[in-house]
């Protein structure tokens, strides 16, 4: 018996579902809960860099490779192959490009071959909005945005399902342009919301019972000093946030610590690296908290940091559900055939 491996691409992708927040929200949330129960294979993400330095990175790229087995109702193993050429805007192009191959566990062939770029956007947003679901204080009112680009966005789009009562929004981006734009277009999607350009950066933290970093800074420009009781602070990038900003914080939660400090790109990364946070500092992953073995925000006065790297097995995740939904919706747009078994579930020509 031949069977054919299915191509997915990007509008395809969208169809499927990919696009679903909501959706993507559980995959993800099912994810952390999987490795929480060792129902997972999550080997160390590799990094292919361009220069010697991660300020070298910024500027000349890299490509990761992020194995994977996620057990559980998807039962799917895979790979994600992440492209990140931070110049390419002076291109025109994306900066990031993203591959998804879907392998069955059983017979290890190769299933689906996935456009993964917009899963890669709306898990990330999934992941900084799992964090605020579950450490942002529920009456939250102001959220800053630091960082005007597409993660922005699905940090935005999260952050309105989990804590739908938002009523202000500041954005600031150091290309001013960047942030008008991201204005706009929020005006737009989010009418019940003030948004405001962060001119004044202090002002708006100051504000914020939530703030997202989503940038390439290479040096730290959100204070602590800054920082209001009962704040939720989402680093989900690289150095922008001063070490007294983890220091101070009430509690420290994480998603996956080990690949964190592997990675070595984060704040918190670093301060491990040198011995001002040690694993016991860390108070709680999202798995443990959402399996129930600790609490995120236990009252409105705590501030809590969290930062986030992420793991192979969140896009496996999603694009599991979008590859089977496509068997049940007959999507045929399959390549060259290879020998295999039917436990992966892929169609049979």
């Given at each position: 018996?031949?069977?054919?491996?299915?191509?997915?691409?990007?509008?395809?992708?969208?169809?499927?579902?990919?696009?679903?927040?909501?959706?993507?929200?559980?995959?993800?949330?099912?994810?952390?809960?999987?490795?929480?129960?060792?129902?997972?294979?999550?080997?160390?993400?590799?990094?292919?860099?361009?220069?010697?330095?991660?300020?070298?990175?910024?500027?000349?790229?890299?490509?990761?490779?992020?194995?994977?087995?996620?057990?559980?109702?998807?039962?799917?193993?895979?790979?994600?192959?992440?492209?990140?050429?931070?110049?390419?805007?002076?291109?025109?192009?994306?900066?990031?490009?993203?591959?998804?191959?879907?392998?069955?566990?059983?017979?290890?062939?190769?299933?689906?071959?996935?456009?993964?770029?917009?899963?890669?956007?709306?898990?990330?947003?999934?992941?900084?909005?799992?964090?605020?679901?579950?450490?942002?204080?529920?009456?939250?009112?102001?959220?800053?945005?630091?960082?005007?680009?597409?993660?922005?966005?699905?940090?935005?789009?999260?952050?309105?399902?989990?804590?739908?009562?938002?009523?202000?929004?500041?954005?600031?981006?150091?290309?001013?342009?960047?942030?008008?734009?991201?204005?706009?277009?929020?005006?737009?999607?989010?009418?019940?919301?003030?948004?405001?350009?962060?001119?004044?950066?202090?002002?708006?933290?100051?504000?914020?019972?939530?703030?997202?970093?989503?940038?390439?800074?290479?040096?730290?420009?959100?204070?602590?000093?800054?920082?209001?009781?009962?704040?939720?602070?989402?680093?989900?990038?690289?150095?922008?946030?001063?070490?007294?900003?983890?220091?101070?914080?009430?509690?420290?939660?994480?998603?996956?610590?080990?690949?964190?400090?592997?990675?070595?790109?984060?704040?918190?990364?670093?301060?491990?690296?040198?011995?001002?946070?040690?694993?016991?500092?860390?108070?709680?992953?999202?798995?443990?908290?959402?399996?129930?073995?600790?609490?995120?925000?236990?009252?409105?006065?705590?501030?809590?940091?969290?930062?986030?790297?992420?793991?192979?097995?969140?896009d496996l995740a999603v694009t599991t559900r979008c590859y089977r939904e496509a068997l049940k919706r007959n999507v045929a747009h399959h390549g060259a055939t290879a020998p295999h078994r039917a436990g992966g579930g892929i169609r049979t020509e």
């Amino acid at each position: 018996m031949k069977e054919s491996i299915l191509f997915l691409n990007n509008q395809e992708i969208k169809d499927l579902g990919g696009e679903d927040m909501q959706a993507v929200l559980h995959d993800c949330q099912r994810a952390y809960v999987l490795m929480e129960e060792g129902d997972v294979l999550a080997p160390t993400k590799c990094v292919m860099r361009w220069g010697k330095t991660p300020e070298d990175e910024n500027v000349l790229g890299r490509i990761n490779a992020m194995p994977g087995y996620i057990g559980g109702e998807y039962n799917m193993a895979g790979i994600k192959w992440i492209g990140s050429g931070p110049m390419n805007y002076k291109k025109g192009l994306p900066r990031a490009s993203v591959l998804d191959i879907l392998n069955d566990p059983d017979t290890e062939l190769p299933l689906c071959i996935a456009d993964g770029t917009m899963i890669s956007a709306k898990r990330t947003g999934a992941a900084g909005g799992t964090a605020m679901q579950l450490c942002a204080r529920e009456g939250a009112e102001v959220l800053t945005i630091c960082g005007a680009g597409a993660q922005g966005k699905t940090q935005l789009e999260a952050a309105m399902l989990v804590r739908p009562n938002l009523k202000k929004l500041w954005v600031y981006d150091i290309v001013p342009a960047n942030a008008e734009r991201f204005v706009n277009e929020a005006k737009e999607t989010y009418p019940q919301l003030e948004i405001l350009i962060a001119d004044d950066l202090e002002q708006a933290i100051r504000e914020s019972d939530i703030i997202i970093t989503v940038t390439l800074a290479e040096e730290p420009f959100v204070k602590a000093a800054w920082i209001k009781h009962g704040a939720l602070i989402v680093q989900m990038a690289t150095l922008e946030v001063e070490y007294d900003v983890v220091t101070n914080a009430d509690k420290i939660v994480v998603d996956f610590w080990d690949t964190i400090k592997h990675r070595m790109a984060s704040t918190i990364a670093v301060m491990a690296s040198e011995g001002l946070v040690k694993d016991e500092d860390i108070s709680a992953s999202l798995g443990e908290i959402l399996s129930g073995k600790k609490t995120g925000r236990d009252n409105d006065d705590q501030v809590i940091y969290f930062n986030s790297v992420g793991a192979g097995i969140l896009d496996l995740a999603v694009t599991t559900r979008c590859y089977r939904e496509a068997l049940k919706r007959n999507v045929a747009h399959h390549g060259a055939t290879a020998p295999h078994r039917a436990g992966g579930g892929i169609r049979t020509e």
